[in-house]
């Protein structure tokens, strides 16, 4: 049971993942957007969404340095935990108080706005239900964790998944929030190609060197197009 | 020297009876479908008013186009690269659905349903209706609605639009597939782009993300989100057609035969210095300079070394549009101080001019009263002028005495009179030069008014040989913009 959840679902979550993006980038190009609602409301949108979206990207870093970066190398850097917990509570906490806010009126605008509403497929649903828990989950264990050291438990599993090797009992010794926590975030993992969070891998950073003015010739972008 | 073609339109406004014929079968063709309800690729708004979405051209608001930072150097409007992926989770310049309107349908199946009454059974609309692409239309609404008019704003005099006095023409609009499209610059994932060939503006929207940048940094507001799949899309100077030589629908629908279409050669090194210019009256010339005379010898020569083929330097050669806007001289750009060159040129109106002369009891066909009140009417000069040339009444001034000219010159010759030389003299021209001129505005056949050559095609064999254009994976296979209804 223990094996079937922490050692062998992480893989059938990161196969979907890798494969529905493949298949996906291959041959749905035409639907890989974040499908802006912008034109329907505006108000809302500006103040949830770039608060939501800081507040993400902000806490996709933190996840890198605290499940990536094993702990004795922050110590060996002069870092020591009592200071990288003071960090982690307070960058990840108001980092994930920006994140729930800017979702939380994200949702309401989903909700509320009928036309955003009407706009919304069946897989914003999924997404969103997938997203908040995870999210609001996080922030729970992040601000009421007492001071349970992750990064002997969760982390080290985590770490484990990716060299084949998964440390069942490392994670098994975790709280039941980060647990669950990090259950929902493999449902969200395999959702991801599915929904319109595949616009996360999009971020168009090109722009900042390429010329404005983009020519192409009718043959190149034939070819593109029967690709 | 780089040479590239560029497929051009000119528009000659005297002959817009705003029929609205152009908007529909250009909806018909490419914009009945979900999600772009609301996108008219061509529109045609009446001038003064506020135009589609409303007051688009207000830039202080909406941020379209380039514009000339302190150093002289152009930047989008909106801002430089980097704040433009800052501020991508949330577009600060975007307009609302309700700045074009929300489009609206009728409960027809009341008229079915309805139970017997003493009434007829209406179709009631099915959202309210509070305005529209065409709200305004022909002054409908009056001066209470076309005083929001941002051109008559930027006017430095006080417009009053008492009907008695008011001045009125159409505007039909498409995307100008300019030379410098800030809706390009604008688009962070490069999913815009001009085609070499034929400097026809697309979107590829297999690469667009919906960032909806573009759409705010069009200063004509000519890019339009689709709000079902999220991706953009814009008037595609219908190239299916135009590649076989056929002209766009909008041109060929024309009740009024009003479009012409051909190419333009350019270089487009030179676009950048042109667009840059610092004084914007002198935006025309610079934007003109750009483009290339197909009759000079070392302009054929660069154009063949650049791959450009005899029949498209034949076609430049024939270009209507061409001969508008050079040996006429009467084509003018539309806004050029948006800096993005655009290529749809418009022969400004003379009716309202004329009108005014008739509306005072004097002969309107007549060279003298024309003259005179061309260059007394200050109004609708001014008005053309913010419109065509940057706020500078002497082009538009000089394009009116010309349309002047031919039409007291023309005159005498259709009455059967000796043709009075000294009428098209005095605008510059020969007889001979105006009786062209006359041919192409007033006769406008159809082979003179679209010189559109052959797109360069592989070999039959190979283009029929592609097999059932529907592939196993059920995608349509044409290249063009993929469009999908989620
Ligand atoms: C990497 C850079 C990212 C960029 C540039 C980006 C950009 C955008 C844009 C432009 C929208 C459309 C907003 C509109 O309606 O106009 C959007 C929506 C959204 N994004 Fe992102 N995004 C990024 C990353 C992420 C990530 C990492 C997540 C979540 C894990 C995320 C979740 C969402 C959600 C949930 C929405 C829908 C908001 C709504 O309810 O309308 N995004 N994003
Ligand atoms: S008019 Fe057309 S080419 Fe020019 S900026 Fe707008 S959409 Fe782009
Ligand atoms: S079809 Fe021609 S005459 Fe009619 S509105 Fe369009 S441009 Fe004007």
Redesign the pocket.
């Known amino acids: 049971m223990r094996l079937a959840v922490w050692g062998v679902l992480p893989y059938l979550a990161l196969a979907s993942f890798v494969i529905g993006l493949a298949w996906r980038y291959r041959y749905d190009k035409a639907g890989w957007t974040?499908?802006?609602?912008?034109?329907h409301e505006r108000r809302l949108?500006a103040l949830?969404?770039p608060l939501?979206?800081y507040g993400?990207?902000l806490t996709?870093g933190g996840h890198a340095m605290g499940l990536l970066i094993p702990a004795g190398w922050t110590r060996a850097v002069g870092l020591s935990d009592g200071l990288y917990r003071v960090v982690a509570f307070g960058v990840g906490g108001m980092a994930g108080v920006m994140t729930v806010t800017g979702?939380a009126i994200?949702?309401y605008?989903?909700l509320t706005v009928r036309a955003?509403g009407r706009a919304?497929l069946a897989s914003?649903l999924v997404?969103?239900v997938l997203?908040g828990t995870t999210i609001l989950m996080g922030l729970a264990i992040t601000l009421t964790g007492n001071g349970h050291d992750y990064r002997a438990t969760v982390a080290p599993w985590f770490r484990s998944i990716f060299v084949l090797q998964p440390s069942v009992d490392a994670i098994a010794q975790a709280p039941f929030g980060f647990q669950l926590h990090a259950l929902v975030a493999w449902a969200?993992i395999a959702a991801w190609p599915y929904t319109?969070?595949v616009?996360?891998?999009?971020?168009?950073l090109g722009y900042l060197t390429r010329p404005y003015i983009v020519y192409r010739s009718r043959e190149a972008s034939r070819a593109r197009a029967m690709d | 020297m780089r040479v590239l073609a560029q497929m051009a339109m000119v528009m000659n406004l005297d002959k817009c009876i705003g029929c609205h014929t152009c908007s529909v079968t250009c909806k018909q063709a490419w914009t009945n479908r979900g999600g772009v309800e609301y996108a008219w690729f061509n529109n045609v708004e009446t001038r003064p008013g506020q135009g589609y979405p409303r007051t688009y051209q207000d830039q202080q608001r909406w941020r379209g186009g380039w514009a000339l930072n302190r150093r002289g150097r152009l930047k989008l409007r909106s801002g430089g690269r980097l704040r433009r992926?800052l501020s991508?989770?949330?577009?600060p310049h975007?307009p609302k659905l309700s700045d074009y309107y929300e489009p609206w349908t009728y409960d027809y199946q009341n008229l079915i349903t309805a139970p017997a009454g003493d009434d007829l059974p209406t179709a009631k609309p099915t959202a309210p209706i509070v305005w529209s692409a065409n709200w305004d239309d022909s002054l409908g609404g009056g001066p209470e609605l076309a005083q929001h008019d941002p051109v008559l704003k930027t006017m430095s005099e006080r417009v009053r639009l008492e009907f008695e006095q008011a001045f009125m023409f159409y505007l039909p609009r498409i995307c100008e597939h300019c030379l410098n499209p800030s809706c390009v610059a604008a688009c962070p994932s490069g999913a815009i782009y001009k085609r070499t060939e034929d400097g026809i503006v697309l979107v590829d929207s297999d690469t667009c993300?919906?960032?909806?940048m573009c759409v705010s940094g069009c200063p004509y507001k000519k890019i339009f989100l689709n709000h079902q799949t999220?991706k953009a899309e814009k008037c595609t100077f219908c190239f299916p057609r135009i590649e076989l030589g056929m002209p766009t629908v909008c041109a060929q629908t024309c009740v009024g035969r009003l479009r012409y279409i051909g190419i333009v050669l350019y270089d487009p090194d030179r676009v950048l210095e042109a667009a840059s210019v610092r004084d914007e009256h002198s935006l025309i010339e610079a934007q003109k300079r750009v483009l290339l005379d197909p009759r000079d010898p070392s302009v054929v020569e660069a154009a063949l070394a650049s791959g450009i083929s005899e029949e498209w330097l034949e076609a430049a050669r024939r270009s209507p549009v061409y001969s508008l806007i050079f040996d006429y001289g009467l084509a003018l750009p539309l806004h050029p101080e948006y800096r993005t060159l655009p290529m749809v040129w418009y022969i400004p109106p003379l009716s309202p001019v004329v009108d005014a002369v008739r509306d005072t009891g004097f002969d309107g066909e007549d060279a003298e009263n024309l003259f005179a009140a061309v260059d007394s009417l200050r109004i609708p000069i001014g008005y053309l002028a913010s419109l065509f040339t940057a706020g500078d009444p002497a082009p538009v001034r000089d394009v009116l005495r010309k349309l002047a000219a031919m039409r007291a010159f023309m005159r005498d010759i259709t009455l059967g009179r000796e043709p009075d030389e000294s009428i098209p003299a005095s605008v510059g021209m020969t007889g001979e030069l105006m009786y062209d001129m006359y041919r192409l505005l007033a006769i406008a056949k159809a082979e003179d008014r679209y010189v559109i050559p052959h797109a360069h095609r592989e070999p039959t064999t190979e283009a029929f040989n592609d097999g059932c254009s529907v592939q196993d994976s059920g995608r349509v296979m044409l290249p063009m913009p993929k469009v999908r209804a989620s």
């Open positions: 974040a499908r802006s609602s912008q034109l949108l949830g969404s939501f979206h993400i990207l996709a979702l994200l949702v605008r989903r955003v919304s914003d997404m969103y997203l969200l319109r969070l616009h996360a891998f999009s971020l168009p | 992926l991508l989770f949330s577009n975007l993300r919906s960032w909806r999220g």
